[in-house]
């Protein structure tokens, strides 16, 4: 069973966090996702460049988005980012594409950049499913 992006999105109003910090999702596919955020100044560090952990925010949430579009609740259970460049342009988007959808881990590669074309990071994720018979967390 897989979610739909109405789904998805009402159940992750849930998220505070990734709420309070902008961050939308933009699409859904076959086990994969795109969020994006508006670059703000709340996002940035003291040398005016965008917080690595708004950038990792970004990646984990994709990730998150797209692990979860099957059944089961998927939660990260570790990862690893490279930051290449910091963003230029004014949307930061974060894109998880799947390396293996298992039924207990889920791992994915999930590519930040900006709406210039900035390659911001990359980064490998691995979710671990808890319950991958029930129903999707979303109650669908």
Request: aromatic share 8%; charged share 20%.
């Given at each position: 069973m897989t979610r739909t992006l109405e789904q998805l999105r009402e159940y992750f109003l849930n998220d505070r966090f990734v709420m309070d910090n902008g961050i939308g999702i933009d699409s859904?596919?076959?086990?994969?996702?795109?969020?994006?955020?508006?670059?703000?100044?709340?996002?940035?560090?003291?040398l005016g460049m965008a917080q690595g952990g708004f950038?990792?925010?970004?990646?984990?949430?994709?990730?998150?988005?797209?692990?979860?579009l099957r059944s089961g609740v998927a939660v990260t259970l570790s990862s690893s980012i490279n930051y290449l460049k910091?963003?230029?342009?004014?949307?930061?988007?974060?894109?998880?594409?799947?390396?293996?959808?298992?039924?207990?881990?889920r791992v994915y590669t999930v590519r930040v950049y900006d709406d210039r074309g900035?390659?911001?990071?990359?980064?490998?994720?691995?979710?671990?499913?808890?319950n991958p018979d029930s129903p999707p967390a979303t109650g669908n």
């Amino acid at each position: 069973m897989t979610r739909t992006l109405e789904q998805l999105r009402e159940y992750f109003l849930n998220d505070r966090f990734v709420m309070d910090n902008g961050i939308g999702i933009d699409s859904i596919g076959e086990d994969s996702a795109i969020v994006s955020a508006r670059l703000e100044p709340r996002h940035t560090n003291a040398l005016g460049m965008a917080q690595g952990g708004f950038l990792f925010t970004l990646a984990d949430f994709a990730m998150g988005v797209a692990a979860n579009l099957r059944s089961g609740v998927a939660v990260t259970l570790s990862s690893s980012i490279n930051y290449l460049k910091s963003p230029k342009g004014a949307i930061v988007y974060a894109e998880a594409t799947p390396l293996k959808v298992g039924r207990s881990t889920r791992v994915y590669t999930v590519r930040v950049y900006d709406d210039r074309g900035t390659e911001c990071c990359n980064s490998t994720f691995t979710a671990f499913v808890t319950n991958p018979d029930s129903p999707p967390a979303t109650g669908n």
